[in-house]
DNA sequence: CCCGATTCCTGTAGGC
DNA sequence: TGCCTACAGGAATCGG
C-alpha cells in the first residue's frame, strides 16, 4: 500500500541510477491500468534523458526535455531496478530500458496504478491540478487544517485521507497519526479545535518523515527501488494490532470500519 | 458543495 | 487438498 513515504523511498532508490541517463526503449505489456496507458507514450519517452525524478503526492514524475511521465503505484504498484536482461514476471506491466542497460520495470498485480503522460507543464494534468498540498511542506499545519475543516461534518479520518485536503496520507498513516495526537477517528472534523489541529499536523509530519527513515512501510508488497522491504511496519502503533494492548495505557486497541477502511484506534487515549 | 457508496483489480487467508 | 468468499485499499466517480 504505497503511501507518501514509500513512494519517496522509491524515488530515493532509483533516481541516482536514472537520473542523467538517455530511456533507450520502452517497453508496454499491459495498457490496460488505472487508466489506460497513452498510445505513443513510447515514442515520447525514446531518446530522451531523464532530467530529475520528482515526486508529487503519491505520484513520481520522470522530467524529460520534452515533458514528464507521471507513475503511480496504486495499490500493489512497485518500481524496481533489473540490471540484467532477467525476463518478466507475471504483473511486470512496463520496462523503461537506459541506455547504461538499467531496467525500470513496473509491477502490479492489481493494476491501480498508473503510466501516464504529464506533458510539459505535469502540475496542470488533471490528476495532479487540483491536489492539496504536500504534508512535509510549510503550507501544511495546524492554521491550515482548522480552517479547511471549519463547517464540515466529514469525520477527521477521512478528511485527512483525502488528496484535495493533503496529499500522501492514506490508510496507515491515517491511523498513525490520529493515535499520536490523541483524537479519535471518527471525531467530526469541523470540531476539533485548532489547538489540536496544529497536534495533528506535527503527528502527520512526524510519522511520515520517521517512515521515510526507515525506509517505509512494507506489510506484502512493497519493495524500494534496491528491492528491500521498508521496516517502520516496527514501528506502527495502532495499525494492524487489532485487540493489542495499547503501547500507552494497555487499554486495547480496536478496529472499525470508517468510510469502508479498516481504522485502528485506541479506546481510550483518542477522544 | 458535501459526503457516503461504488467501482476498478487480484493475491491471500480463512472457513468448511 | 480444494473450493468459495471476504478482504485488502488509492482515488475517481456517481448519486442523493
Not at 495499547?246 to 472499525?256: G, L, M
Request: hydrophobic share 40%; glycine share 10%; proline share 6%.
Amino acid at each position: 500500500m504505497p503511501e507518501l513515504p514509500e513512494v519517496e523511498t522509491t524515488r530515493r532508490g532509483i533516481a541516482p541510477r536514472l537520473e542523467g541517463q538517455r530511456i533507450a526503449k520502452v517497453t508496454v505489456r499491459e495498457r490496460r491500468l488505472r487508466w489506460p496507458v497513452p498510445a505513443g507514450l513510447e515514442r515520447k519517452l525514446r531518446g530522451q534523458t531523464v532530467r530529475s525524478i520528482e515526486r508529487r503526492a503519491k505520484y513520481l514524475l520522470l522530467h524529460t526535455d520534452a515533458g514528464a511521465a507521471l507513475i503511480h503505484l496504486g495499490m500493489t504498484g512497485s518500481l524496481r531496478l533489473v540490471i540484467d536482461q532477467a525476463p518478466p514476471d507475471k504483473h511486470d506491466h512496463f520496462d523503461i530500458a537506459m541506455d547504461s542497460g538499467v531496467i525500470l520495470r513496473f509491477n502490479d498485480a492489481r493494476r491501480f496504478g498508473s503510466f501516464l503522460w504529464g506533458g510539459a507543464e505535469p502540475s496542470a494534468h488533471p490528476l495532479l491540478a487540483k491536489l492539496g498540498p504536500e504534508p512535509l511542506s510549510e503550507m501544511f499545519n495546524g492554521d491550515y487544517l482548522y480552517r479547511v475543516s471549519r463547517g464540515r461534518r466529514i469525520a477527521i479520518k477521512p478528511l485527512l485521507m483525502n488528496a484535495h485536503v493533503v496529499v500522501g496520507v492514506g490508510n496507515i498513516y491515517a491511523s498513525e497519526a490520529l493515535f499520536r495526537a490523541g483524537i479519535h477517528p471518527k471525531r467530526a472534523a469541523g470540531r476539533i479545535s485548532k489547538q489540536r489541529m496544529e497536534k495533528l499536523a506535527l503527528a502527520v509530519q512526524d510519522v511520515l518523515a520517521q517512515s521515510i527513515r526507515a525506509g517505509g512501510t512494507t506489510l506484502r508488497d512493497f519493495y524500494g527501488g534496491d528491492g528491500r522491504p521498508g521496516y517502520f511496519r516496527q514501528e506502527l502503533l495502532v495499525y494492524g494490532r487489532d485487540g493489542e494492548p495499547c503501547i500507552r495505557c494497555s487499554a486495547p486497541v480496536r478496529v472499525a470500519v470508517l468510510g469502508q477502511r479498516s481504522t485502528f484506534y485506541c479506546i481510550s487515549c483518542q477522544r
